[in-house]
């Protein structure tokens, strides 16, 4: 089937090293956010999540960083393995709504 | 556990001929229901959800609809396909009253 990220940007990082993946979102309402993780040809997988009353919040191997003051998000994955190779994208949530906004995505490649 | 089933997997469809793709989740109860569709390189577009038995909202006017027609059964239908049509489809769920959407493995659409 055809690549839903054919043209996105690329974060290639050595194995075992630190990745870090940003993320500008766009309301300053937003209330909650997701960072995803897409393999090729698969649905996303949710990773992390946070409210938009945190800065912070850890998981295993990934952080997520909350900067709502310039409306950035990363993620950060520890220690990177090759199964990480995959697109990541954030999405947000429209206080009050359903409605989220997602972004277009990362790939992150792992090297040997 | 909770679990979304999404099929089918793959399809290729004439221009002018109908759809129907199904989502079903198993494990739980009056889960909020979503369909999105993704294109290369661009992020999630939400094309319906829905709070409820025959409720459904859309999101954008287009060539498709979506029925709910049993609690955990949600339905993504076009009476002609149009090229502009082809893409990768998604069904999500959410807990009602939480933020948090999982998503199912997703149904690559091909009109030729």
């Known amino acids: 089937g055809e690549s839903v990220g054919l043209h996105l940007p690329t974060l290639s990082v050595q194995e075992g090293d630190n990745s870090i993946i940003n993320c500008a979102y766009s309301?300053?309402?937003?209330?909650?956010f997701i960072w995803y993780k897409q393999e090729s040809g698969k649905g996303p997988q949710f990773i992390i999540d946070?409210?938009?009353?945190?800065d912070k919040r850890q998981g295993q191997r990934v952080t997520v960083l909350l900067n709502k003051t310039v409306k950035h998000l990363s993620l950060q994955i520890a220690a990177t393995q090759p199964g990480d190779s995959a697109v990541y994208f954030c999405?947000?949530?429209?206080?009050?709504?359903?409605?989220?906004?997602f972004g277009t995505g990362t790939r992150l490649k792992v090297l040997a | 556990s909770q679990t979304i089933h999404q099929w089918p997997a793959t399809l290729v469809q004439p221009v002018g001929s109908p759809l129907s793709l199904e989502c079903t989740v198993e494990?739980?109860?009056?889960?909020?229901l979503y369909w999105y569709r993704q294109a290369a390189g661009r992020g999630l577009q939400l094309l319906f959800y829905?709070?409820?038995?025959?409720?459904i909202s859309s999101e954008v006017p287009q060539n498709l609809s979506a029925s709910r027609p049993q609690d955990r059964q949600f339905i993504l239908s076009s009476k002609k396909l149009l090229l502009s049509d082809s893409g990768f489809y998604l069904c999500a769920w959410s807990r009602a009253g939480s933020n948090t959407i999982y998503f199912g493995e997703g149904s690559w659409l091909t009109v030729v």
């Open positions: 946070i409210r938009s009353n945190m």
């Open positions: 999405a947000e949530k429209y206080s009050g709504t359903y409605k989220y906004i």
């Open positions: 494990g739980t109860s009056n889960p909020n």
């Open positions: 309301n300053s309402a937003s209330d909650y």
């Open positions: 829905s709070v409820g038995i025959g409720q």
